[in-house]
């Protein structure tokens, strides 16, 4: 179970990547306007630093879940499933307050949080065995 809630900490790391570049590195692009509606220039001016902080967000928490995988994997099992819950957690915590807050976005809520959920059911069941 260690090795499968792993590998799903790594997915969900992944994916909050992705949302890292799209939100700080790729904002106002024809790329991030797919994903998150599109908007005019001035719009996207305006939302680049709350886009940009945001961004950095997924990717510190994607670094907690990446980094946790890794040492789960190489031994360092404590440690490595703590680092992993506390990424994966705050990015299911993430996803759920977004999923109750806004119902135009409960479809990004759900792709958003359903690697992190499976990853702390995952994780937390391998803890109990």
């Known amino acids: 179970m260690l090795v499968l809630g792993s590998i799903l900490a790594l997915a969900a790391a992944l994916l909050h990547g992705f949302i890292f570049a799209l939100e700080s590195l790729l904002w106002g692009t024809p790329r991030a306007q797919k994903v998150f509606g599109e908007q005019s220039a001035a719009e996207a001016s305006a939302t680049h630093d709350l886009a940009f902080n945001q961004g950095f967000y997924n990717l510190f928490l994607a670094v907690l879940a990446a980094l946790g995988a890794v040492l789960a994997v190489a031994g360092v099992t404590t440690v ?16 759920t307050v977004l999923l109750l807050s806004s119902p135009t976005h409960r479809g990004a809520a759900v792709k958003q949080g359903t690697l ?9 069941i391998s803890l109990a065995l």
């Open 80 to 95: 490595g499933i703590t680092l992993m819950l506390a990424g994966t957690g705050c990015m299911l915590a993430a996803a």
């Open 116 to 124: 992190p959920l499976l990853a702390v059911i995952t994780l937390l």
